[in-house]
């Protein structure tokens, strides 16, 4: 059932080609996605640079998590795998001073087993492919979810805890458009049976989920760490006027062709001189910020 609710079509609409995002593509185009956020990041310097492989892989990660809907999907069992793994450890730990060895391993290997497909059989008999878990509801329970664990599990600064929700949530969002757009039939020149079931507010067709995972997120976000650090750092005006200052090179592009060679092509191929409306060159070095995400870029201490 979940299998043929994944692709609304007929052999006729593709003339026998799948055209819907598959596991690849969403994981190429998530990568790439956070990949370019986190050149964005390190431009900035707000991050320290190990705690932005985390982050980015946040942001890696959200791009296929709504599909753990989809039963049997690589992200499913990745996903219910890692959670196993998690909280198995989390039980191990909590109980690390009660038992002997034999019941603590047992222990481990029991709870492992019981979330791992336990909790994804739950999960899998009230969920549907393309329900709640592709909504922006859903992506924001898990902005929320994933600041909290950078915060209380990783031990990482409440800035950086939410810069990772903040990934998490472009790259699920990302998830979203690429279902709707292979939703388009460009070659038909019509909209698939699809379109409108992956990015939408929530899910009109089980307001019983959608209460659910309403009630959870409001629960996550009282949870979550404090947000004034990260809100005060990517508002800072200084941030993005040291980002558009290094958005192109001051000189030379990799230090090999001049930036007056475009404004020579330019001039000939219109006539008249190339704008020079912005500065470019890098960002100049700041007082130190006390904030946790920096906006003065280069300076300061990252948060770790």
């Known amino acids: 059932m979940a299998r043929a609710m994944h692709f609304h079509g007929t052999p006729d609409d593709t003339k026998g080609i799948n055209w819907m995002a598959n596991f690849a593509t969403h994981i190429g185009v998530g990568t790439v996605v956070s990949g370019a956020l986190a050149t964005i990041t390190l431009a900035a310097d707000v991050v320290a640079p190990e705690s932005l492989v985390a982050v980015t892989l946040a942001g890696v990660l959200g791009s296929v998590l709504p599909d753990i809907d989809l039963k049997d999907s690589r992200a499913s069992r990745a996903f219910f795998s890692g959670l196993a ?135 996550l976000f009282l949870l979550s760490p404090p947000s004034d650090a990260f809100v005060k750092g990517i508002s800072s005006a200084q941030l993005w006027s040291g980002l558009q200052q290094r958005m192109l090179p001051e000189s030379k592009w990799f230090g090999v062709v001049s930036k007056k060679t475009f404004s020579l092509d330019y001039a000939r191929r219109t006539g008249t001189a190339a704008p020079s409306g912005i500065t470019t060159g890098s960002v100049k070095p700041v007082a130190p910020q006390p904030s946790a995400v920096r906006p003065g870029g280069a300076g300061a201490s990252a948060p770790k």
């Open 85 to 219: 793994a998690f909280l198995s450890f989390c039980v191990l730990f909590a109980n690390a001073q009660k038992y002997s060895i034999a019941e603590l391993w047992l222990l481990w290997l029991g709870a492992f087993v019981l979330i791992r497909y336990g909790a994804e059989a739950v999960f899998h008999r009230f969920s549907y492919h393309r329900g709640i878990w592709h909504s922006l509801l859903a992506a924001l329970f898990f902005w929320f979810a994933t600041a909290i664990t950078f915060k209380y599990a990783l031990g990482r600064h409440e800035g950086v805890a939410w810069l990772a929700g903040g990934f998490m949530f472009v790259g699920y969002i990302t998830h979203l458009l690429l279902d709707e757009m292979y939703s388009v039939d460009l070659m038909g020149k019509r909209l698939k049976a699809s379109f409108g079931s992956a990015l939408k507010f929530y899910d009109a067709r089980s307001y019983g989920e959608t209460a659910t995972v309403a009630v959870l997120t409001v629960v």
